[in-house]
Structure formats: C-alpha cells, structure tokens
T-cell receptor, first 115, second 112 residues
C-alpha cells in the first residue's frame, strides 16, 4: 500500500490566489481528516469526512476554506483567496472504522507558503 | 487551557539515556491513547497506542497511562540519534466520532 498520498509537496503562491491541495487516502479507509500544522498552534483539525460525507467542519477557519470528497479515493482542500496567515503544513490522514481509535495514517503533507 | 497539554521542549539527552515524555489531559472521557513520532518535514507516524490504563511495551518504547491522574507517559530506553524527532500524544473516546485530540508535541534531541 502506498499510504496516504498528498500533492503537491510544496506550494508557493501569491496572496489572493486560489490554492488546491489534494489527498488520496488508503484504499478501504472510510475516514479522512484534514489537519493544519504551525509552530504556534500545533496540529489543528480542519474538517473530517466519513464515507465521503463531511461530519465536522468546525475547525475550518473561515469561508475562504472549503473541502470536498467526491469519492472514496480523493479529497481536496481549497483556499480562495489565500492569505499569508494561511502559510502552514497541511496534512491529510485516513483511518478505518474498525481501527479509528488506534490511530490514523498521515500523508507527508503539503507545505504552503503564501507571499 | 488546552484539552491536552505537552511540554514543547526541546528535550536534549545523550545517546543511550532514557527519554521520558508525558502529557496531561483534562477530559476524563478519553480512553484511547496514542503516541506519534514526527521527523522534520514528514507527517506524524503512529508509534504506540494503549487502551484505558496500564502499561504497554514495544521494544525500546514503553507507554503508560494513569487515568486517575489524567497523565500519560512515553519512555524510550537506550535512546539513539535516530530517535531525534517531535513526539506527539493523541487521545480519543468512542463518542468523539473517531476524532483524535493532539498535544502540541515535544521536540527530542539525542546527541551522539
């Protein structure tokens, strides 16, 4: 299994531009999580899906952020318009119902820099 | 106050020493406890998990949970430079909808 796959690994964009981050979860996992990590705030849960349905988006910082999961093997996190304070590492993680309480598998992250 | 507290470090130890890490938490509902290791510029990887109270050992790693004190620990014996990383604790409970709550992480440096 290739694990959780995120793209791109690095993204540098100008303020005001749209940014789309992508994630492919592990096959068979029915939970998908989007996290943001910064030095100041650590790992923050933004949104998570179960069976492609958003369950909790209370961590999404504002309306500029949106996430979709059109099918079991693909999810996107979009920021429009982007701002310098959105600079962070964004992680996607997945797990299965039977193992969810025993941990997630994280992707390698997308390092976003907004200038 | 955060739900899960963890000293950010850095914790610097000589090679071969025992590394002692801990987290305190406020929500008594937590029943599943995990430790993740995160190398620089990588995603967190699951190191160990325990359910409820007690100890669990895996090679050089020992995880302890004291629910009465709301305190969990991770010990690394015979530490190696390759153990240099950030260690994050995480916890959850069934009614949380499989949502993990993470500590802020402790950075560990093992010097050769």
């Amino acid at each position: 299994d290739a694990g959780v796959i995120q793209s791109p690994r690095h993204e540098v964009t100008e303020m005001g531009q749209e940014v789309t981050l992508r994630c492919k979860p592990i096959s068979g996992h029915d939970y998908l999580f989007w996290y943001r990590q910064t030095m100041m705030r650590g790992l923050e849960l933004l949104i998570y899906f179960n069976n492609n349905v958003p369950i909790d988006d209370s961590g999404m910082p504002e309306d500029r952020f949106s996430a979709k999961m059109p099918n079991a093997s693909f999810s996107t996190l979009k920021i429009q318009p982007s701002e310098p304070r959105d600079s962070a590492v964004y992680f996607c993680a997945s797990t299965g119902t039977a193992i969810a309480n025993y941990g997630y598998t994280f992707g390698s992250g997308t390092r976003l820099t907004v200038v | 106050q955060k739900e899960v507290e963890q000293d950010p470090g850095p914790l610097s130890v000589p090679e071969g020493a025992i590394v002692s890490l801990n987290c305190t938490y406020s929500n008594s509902a937590f029943q599943y406890f995990m430790w993740y290791r995160q190398y620089s510029r990588k995603g967190p990887e699951l190191l160990m998990y325990t359910y409820s109270s007690g100890n669990k050992e895996d090679g050089r790693f020992t995880a302890q949970v004291d629910k009465s004190s709301k305190y969990i620990s991770l010990f690394i014996r015979d530490s190696q430079p390759s153990d240099s990383a950030t260690y994050l604790c995480a916890m959850s409970f069934k009614a949380a909808g499989n949502k993990l709550t993470f500590g802020g992480g402790t950075r560990v440096l093992v010097k050769p």
